[in-house]
Antibody
């Protein structure tokens, strides 16, 4: 059973960079699939942030593209999210997930999520 | 405002059937058979219930079914059970510029 686990600071100051990592177990990232980040603001719906392929190819939500960087470290079997210049509007539960990719676009495995609060 | 439109809430009694709609456009739902549906219980991660419009992942009850007509996708839950009470989100591929869009979510209450 594929498992994903988010990790990173739960509190980030405004204007700083939010950094999260997603560790993957029971599946080698370098074997394929896409890996992505989705967030959910308190009491709100889901918002797709972006995805990355094990080769490093990335696809970002156009509304966040200027502030987002997603990278992959196949040696550690993990991938990461960086979101710059954060504001209170970036306070959310951040999920990492797997997406089969190619012509298939759905998220089949999800991490438990981690709450990131943007506050001074 | 979400790219896909869902009703904020729906309700039904145990044993009944309900349908949740997800309305998009010709740029997403209408152009691709790539709608997925997720169930989310409070404080939990979303769970994939339907993919590619009507396919069920292994382990998902056959009480859950998906369909599409034009720019609107639908999730139907038959034989409602108390455990079905949750938030449901639709999601669609939206082309090579936008890629993925979600609906705003629908809260299902089992009366």
């Amino acid at each position: 059973q594929v498992q994903l686990q988010e990790s990173g600071p739960g509190l980030v100051k405004p204007s700083e960079t939010l950094s999260l990592t997603c560790g993957v177990s029971a599946y080698s990232i370098s074997s394929g699939y896409y890996w992505g980040w989705i967030r959910q603001s308190p009491g709100k719906g889901l918002e797709w942030i972006g995805i990355i392929y094990h080769t490093g190819s990335t696809y970002y939500n156009p509304s966040l593209k200027s502030r987002v960087t997603i990278s992959v470290d196949t040696s550690k079997n993990q991938f990461s999210l960086k979101l710059s210049s954060v504001t209170a509007a970036d306070t959310a539960v951040y999920y990492c997930a797997r997406l089969p990719g190619g012509s298939v676009w759905y998220f089949d495995y999800w991490g438990q999520g981690t709450l990131v609060t943007v506050s001074s | 405002q979400s790219a896909l439109t869902q009703p904020a809430s729906v309700s039904g009694s145990p044993g009944q059937s309900i349908t949740i709609s997800c309305t998009g456009s010709s740029s997403d739902v209408g152009s691709y058979n790539l709608v997925s549906w997720y169930q989310q219980h409070p404080g939990k991660a979303p769970k994939l219930m339907i993919y590619e419009g009507s396919k069920r992942p292994s382990g998902v009850s056959n009480r859950f079914s998906g369909s599409k007509s034009g720019n609107t996708a639908s999730l139907t839950i038959s034989g409602l059970q108390a455990e079905d009470e949750a938030d449901y989100y639709c999601c669609s591929y939206a082309g090579s510029s936008t890629f993925v869009v979600f609906g705003g979510g629908t809260k299902l209450t089992v009366l």
